[in-house]
């Protein structure tokens, strides 16, 4: 029993030295910019504690990986991010949250060498659950349905613009997605927190925002607050130059909205919209709450006050029921209307859905065969849209990266600019103009003075 008491005694030193010795952690995101958003918040409360970040893959006393789960291929890149955490800082906490994490607890917990799984409710007390870690493996796993907290988020590893978390979860429950339950339901910061959240970014000198969220368009949901209320107390904020205005539902993308970023000195003529498919059989099949009409008028109110405004689509291809016919309809609506640049998903059937029930699976193949065709489909609509800017004098924010002797900036309407290198143009906005396509997509500029 003595003997037992001096291993425990000095197993417990070993620990509080241990802890009290930590100073380096790295962090890893897969998934979107939300994602990468709440990374950066996690990582200010290390940072805050005295530990320095170092790069994911050097030897580091906390590794975290910041997990998603969208697809199959998606869950498949979190497992080989954890194993390679394990095997490059074998002695440090590997502590796993996000989505994966909230979904499937369970695969992580099969993988040697994962001390901590935290579930979406928890994950923001990551810090407190590594200075408790007893060297018994924790998994903290609960229902995102029930989760009321919004705990607002904001990237900061860019200087120049930020990502800035102001609603979270979802209520829609399509027939494809996860992710209300993976991240619960619909909820939001306030407009006077979110205000104060902004100047706090301003101060750290970053020029532009991009408003993110699950269902950027439910902004205020249950409150008498809107996301239209959001951007009109926004524009006030004196620091920022740009706010540009991520993911929004067309159901949710009113004119007022579309009206006043038209009016705006501020909000950026960018909009993206999830279409999901241009068929409306393949539309009501997935339980999306609109149509092609109204998507179609959601397009021409845009281009009508902002002929030159960027409009990115998502589109996903292969659901299942989806049939050859249903593909081309869909193909030919969206061909037929005046976007700038597609961004495509292959489905992947995920566990607690409505389609995994579906009859009529699309093969493999078939689903890289629709794909490419949009894909191509894109990469001409984004070359004309460019194209259609070749002479305009516009404003650029230009980036602090050095691309071998290049760098790169944004147009208002988010045309990809590039020049050489001038480290004083970083975070500055110039007045330039576009004057032809490169063969990287990008655009060449002359200065104007």
């Known amino acids: 029993m003595f003997q037992n008491q001096i291993f425990f005694t000095a197993y417990n030193f070993y620990l509080c030295f241990f802890f009290l010795s930590m100073k380096k952690f790295a962090i890893y995101t897969l998934g979107c910019k939300l994602n990468f958003s709440e990374s950066s918040s996690i990582s200010r409360l290390f940072f805050g504690n005295g530990f320095e970040r170092v790069e994911f893959g050097e030897p580091s006393d906390v590794v975290i990986i910041n997990t998603c789960t969208v697809t199959e ?52 007390r990551l810090l407190e659950y590594v200075r408790a870690h007893t060297g018994k493996k924790l998994v903290q796993t609960s229902d995102a349905r029930i989760i009321n907290e919004f705990y607002p988020t904001y990237s900061s590893g860019d200087r120049t613009r930020s990502f800035f978390k102001v609603q979270d979860g979802c209520d829609y429950f399509c027939a494809y997605c996860t992710v209300p339950l993976a991240r619960g339901k619909s909820r939001s910061g306030t407009i006077d927190q979110c205000v104060r959240i902004a100047y706090e970014i301003a101060e750290k000198g970053m020029k532009e925002i991009i408003l993110t969220g699950i269902n950027l368009g439910d902004f205020g949901k249950g409150t008498d607050e809107s996301l239209l209320g959001l951007i009109r107390a926004l524009e006030n904020v004196e620091g920022i130059e740009r706010f540009r205005i991520s993911s929004v539902e067309p159901n949710l993308l009113t004119d007022e909205i579309i009206d006043f970023v038209a009016e705006s000195g501020k909000f950026m003529p960018h909009f993206h919209i999830p279409l999901q498919s241009g068929s409306d059989k393949i539309l009501q099949l997935m339980g999306r709450r609109y149509d092609t009409v109204k998507f179609r008028e959601r397009i021409a109110r845009i281009r009508k006050n902002l002929p030159d405004a960027f409009i990115g689509i998502d589109v996903i291809v292969g659901v299942s029921g989806e ?23 292959s489905y992947s059937e995920r566990d607690n859905t409505r389609a995994t029930g579906f009859e009529m699976k699309v093969s493999v193949g078939e689903k890289k065969s629709r794909s490419q065709r949009l894909l191509t489909l894109s990469e001409n609509k984004l070359k004309k849209f460019y194209k259609s800017g070749i002479g305009k004098t516009t404003f650029v924010l230009f980036e602090d990266f050095n691309d071998k002797g290049k760098m790169y900036g944004y147009t208002e309407n988010y045309i990809k600019v590039e020049t050489d290198y001038n480290a004083s143009l970083a975070n500055e906005i110039k007045k330039v103009r576009l004057t032809g396509l490169t063969d990287r997509n990008t655009m060449k500029i002359d200065f104007v003075k």
Do not use: M
Not at 88 to 97: E, K, Q, R, Y
Not at 99 to 110: S, V
Not at 323 to 345: A, C, G, M, P, R
């Open 73 to 124: 291929a998606a869950d498949k890149k979190c497992r080989q991010a954890i194993k390679k955490a394990v095997k490059t800082s074998p002695f440090a906490i590997v502590a796993v949250v996000g989505c994966y994490a909230q979904l499937k607890p369970g695969q992580i917990d099969k993988i040697e060498g994962v001390d901590i799984i935290l579930d979406q409710k928890e994950k923001f």
């Open 323 to 345: 049939t050859e016919d249903d593909f081309e309809d869909s193909y030919n609506f969206i061909s037929n209307i005046d976007f700038s640049e597609l961004h495509v998903f």
